[in-house]
């Protein structure tokens, strides 16, 4: 066997999925194609999936888990729903990629323009990080302005400019949070805290003519959730729109997950443009960026902004998309998923008020994370204490040994789906009420 980090791997470890995963590290750097999959945070071998339905994943010593990752938010009706995979089955044997566009592409994005205010155009690309990406370019080009600006414990994915963490200070220059990202490829963004109107109206009145764009996740969920208050964000939207910036709403993961309109309709507040992922691909590499005509006429080839993909608007990917959609639109989705995590919370409240240490559940609709800060649940990316974040070590192992797969990590939200019943969150209440005295 071999060793992950000069970390053995654990003698409980399930067999199959440990041989894997040392195949793997031989062959991909620390055995995983994304990071946190690989369980550094908890320790142990990250589980090979074979095969997942509804709620359920087997990894590949045939054990089956309660999933709450949810592929880490696609997944909105479960895994391998029936309607998603006939209709991806039927696309698969029409062709998987033409290269020219077709007609779920268009369907698709008249969905988003139908469900999303304020956006009139959309275009398709294959992940949140080149929609975000692609959405920023267009932002510069439009306001014709290089300053970008985002917040602290916000992700958008891993384009250059993006990789950046918060200096001292309040309002802070980016500087980069990973090797191989010139120090001058950060210099156009600004770091702010959430939470803070005090340091976006500092930074406003300092640089507020040159800012291109503000991004946010509008309910950011990439460092715990925190879900943010409105005024908070409605400052932002008057500050922005005073200085001729672009808002734009990273709602990869809120998109198409909190409502019909994400955010932006459950908050009631409209940004610029928006980003999505995850949800609006039904489980395949789907991501989109959005805004007015007046912005994305900017792109080629109407536009003299540069933007494309080979298997951008993909027609498997886009059918997946739209059957997860259709399923979301038929049943009532979203009050469903909102009816699941209230019924999730009144199951855990008790089990939270007799936790023997701190534990506090965030929830936004189908959304949830569990925080371990002493302190309270934050309203901002903050830290935990190693003690903190070794109790989530043991927590997501006993969790696991009772059958439920949890995100690998203290930071991650989360997420319920149309296949979750009644009866699977009875089942993880139960799991979380014993895990606790285990993890105590
Ligand atoms: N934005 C947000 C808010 C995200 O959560 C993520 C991924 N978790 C991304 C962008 C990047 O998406 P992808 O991993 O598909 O590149």
Redesign the pocket.
């Known amino acids: 066997m071999s060793e992950d980090a000069g970390r053995p791997i654990g003698a409980d470890s399930p067999p199959r999925s440990a041989e894997l995963y040392a195949r793997a590290c031989r062959v991909i750097p620390g055995g995983v194609s ?1 990071p946190v999959r690989a369980f550094r945070a908890v320790g142990g071998t990250p589980l090979f999936i074979t095969r997942g339905s509804g709620a359920q994943v087997v990894d590949a010593d045939g054990r089956s888990y309660l999933d709450l990752v949810g592929s ?2 696609p997944l909105i009706a479960g895994h391998a729903h029936p309607a998603v995979v006939a209709a991806v089955t039927e696309a698969l044997a029409r062709g998987t990629t033409f290269g020219a566009p077709c007609s779920a592409e268009v369907e698709l994005a008249e969905r988003v323009v139908a469900a999303y205010p304020a956006i009139e155009q959309v275009r398709f690309v ?7 990406m692609s959405a920023i370019r267009v932002a510069r080009a439009y306001s014709g302005r290089d300053l970008i600006v985002k917040f602290a414990g ?5 384009a250059d400019h993006l990789l950046v963490a918060a200096g001292s200070g309040l309002v802070t220059f980016g500087r980069p949070s990973s090797a191989g990202v010139p120090a001058a490829f950060t210099a156009h963004t600004r770091v702010l805290p959430l939470d803070d109107e005090g340091a976006l109206e500092a930074l406003f009145a300092q640089d507020g003519a040159r800012i291109a764009a503000v991004i946010i ?1 509008p309910i ?3 460092h715990g959730l925190l879900p943010q208050r409105r005024e908070f964000l409605l400052t932002l939207r008057r500050l922005t729109q005073a200085h001729g910036a672009l808002l734009i709403f ?5 998109g198409f997950r909190v409502a019909r309109g994400g955010a932006a309709q459950l908050l009631d507040v409209t940004p610029d443009m928006a ?1 999505f ?2 949800v609006i691909g039904g489980g395949m ?1 789907v ?1 989109a960026f959005g805004a007015p005509r007046r912005i994305m006429s900017r792109l080629a080839p109407e536009g003299d902004t540069y933007q494309a993909g080979t298997l951008s608007g993909n027609p498997v990917a886009m059918t997946a998309g739209l059957a997860t959609l259709e399923l979301l639109e038929r049943h009532e989705g979203w009050r469903e998923l909102e009816a699941r995590g209230a019924e999730l919370e009144r199951l855990l409240q008790p089990v939270l008020r007799q936790a023997p240490f701190p534990l506090h559940l965030v929830r936004v609709g189908s959304i949830f994370w569990l925080a371990l800060h002493e302190q309270g649940a934050p309203r901002h990316a903050a830290t935990l204490t190693p003690a903190e974040t070794a109790r989530f070590a043991r927590l997501f192992h006993a969790m696991l040994a009772r059958g439920v797969y949890l995100p690998p990590s203290a930071y991650e939200a989360c997420f319920l789906s149309l296949a979750h019943g009644s009866a699977d969150i009875a089942r993880f209440a139960q799991a979380l009420s014993e895990s606790l005295a285990v993890a105590a």
């Open positions: 994304s880490w938010g294959s992940s949140g990080t080149e929609a975000v916000c992700y958008h994915g891993h996740e950011p969920a990439n990273d709602e990869v993961i809120s980003t992922g995850k590499p991501g």
